[in-house]
């Protein structure tokens, strides 16, 4: 199913945030994005607009929406309605983070106003030996203590930077960060850990050397793959799981934008992060919770019915005794009626057999509270020895 394009929508949106944000509710690329807006005349914020803004400077004047005689009409795909319904949408606590992204509450302070953050002191003095590296040219820290900085020679004064005001902005909102042993640096966040970094993309480079002598097709040469750095920076967020891929995790320079310029919008990730894997924590416990109670419940259940099969078993058992017992007492008073007219001499002996029948009865009959004695409750013992 296709969507029109609302476009008075579309221009609240593309003024509110930067292209690539808004064209991630869309499911569509900011190129993608950009064509859309010159084919429904909406004006974007020209570039350097969202930089400015970030540093507390003015940006560029909203221009009113033109008004057109004949606007065109431009589908949408069902898979970008899917993601424009995204978590931002029915999570309030993700709409706040929005409001703090576009008031400028996440903007990092001007340069003339941070002072170096004694982290950025530490991780500087850790790789600027500048003799350790991997194969890749990627500085290593001669010790750990250090934030997650992960970068060549090249870039490592501009990464620095870009932490610095990260770490600013975190400070300013009341989060703190921290160094474990590993050199894992996290932000903590609503009592949760998100574990960040900055690092610079290693550049795959391949060559073609010929084979053969005046090589004519492709297959004559040989290719050759070395890796290199990229001169380019990317923040990334390491912490997340399954069921939140849905958040992006990793901002990387483009041809149009610097990661200085999405400082507010990383910073914003790693606050989402930490709500959705806060609210995934507690949805969690409420679960167990609920599994805990449940199981409560069904022992209890389970106990009840043990109870009542106990005392429908005990309630039968008398019934079945009952019956039996008044059956024996009217078979006895047969048994005395006809035995009176059988020999008298014999007529002790029926008298016995009554009299024993009688209590027989009565040991069976749940109503008689003393139950007459019977050699029969000495059973028990001819298993001792």
């Known amino acids: 199913m296709s969507l029109q394009y609302d476009r008075e929508e579309l221009y609240q949106k593309v003024w509110e945030k930067p292209l690539l944000r808004v064209a991630e509710q869309y499911g569509v690329s900011a190129v993608a994005l950009g064509k859309v807006c010159g084919k429904l005349s909406v004006p974007v914020p020209g570039r350097g607009h969202w930089a400015k803004l970030a540093h507390g400077k003015a940006g560029v004047a ?15 795909s069902a898979r970008a309605q899917l993601k424009e319904n995204t978590l931002d949408q029915n999570n309030p606590e993700l709409v706040v983070i929005d409001q703090l992204l576009s008031s400028g509450s996440l903007n990092p302070p001007r340069e003339n106003d941070a002072q170096v953050h004694d982290l950025i002191r530490r991780t500087a003095s850790h790789l600027r030996s500048r003799s350790r590296k991997n194969e890749h040219g990627i500085l290593l820290p001669r010790e750990p203590g250090g934030l997650n900085v992960k ?71 040989d290719q050759a793959v070395t890796y290199g750095p990229s001169g380019t920076l990317a923040l990334v967020i390491h912490s997340g799981s399954w069921d939140t891929r849905a958040l992006r995790t990793r901002w990387a320079d483009a ?131």
Do not use: C
Not at 154 to 171: H, K, P, W, Y
């Open 151 to 221: 970068v060549t020679e090249g870039t490592l004064d501009r990464a620095l930077q870009v932490v610095s005001q990260i770490l600013s902005v975190l400070e300013m909102q009341n989060f703190s960060v921290e160094i474990s042993e590993q050199g894992d640096t996290a932000a903590l966040i609503q009592g949760q850990r998100i574990s960040f970094g900055i690092e610079e993309p290693i550049r795959k480079f391949i060559t073609q050397k010929p084979r053969v002598p005046n090589p004519t097709d492709r297959w004559d040469y």
């Open 255 to 385: 041809k149009v934008q610097r990661i200085e310029s999405r400082i507010p919008d990383f910073v914003a990730g790693l606050i989402r992060t930490a709500v959705v894997l806060r609210q995934k924590e507690e949805e969690r416990r409420r679960h167990e919770l609920e599994q805990q109670k449940r199981a409560q419940e069904l022992a209890q259940l389970r106990k009840d019915i043990e109870e009542e099969e106990k005392k429908l078993k005990e309630f039968n058992d008398w019934l079945e005794d009952w019956e039996r017992a008044e059956r024996m007492r009217r078979f006895v008073a047969v048994y005395a009626e006809k035995s009176r007219s059988w020999p008298a001499e014999k007529q002790p002996k029926y008298r016995e057999w009554i009299e024993w029948a009688t209590r027989e009865a009565d040991r069976l009959d749940p109503f008689v509270l003393e139950r007459p004695a019977s050699v029969m409750d000495r059973k028990h013992e001819l298993g001792r020895r």
């Open 62 to 76: 909203k221009p009113v929406l033109p008004i057109l005689n004949k606007v065109p009409i431009v589908y949408r």
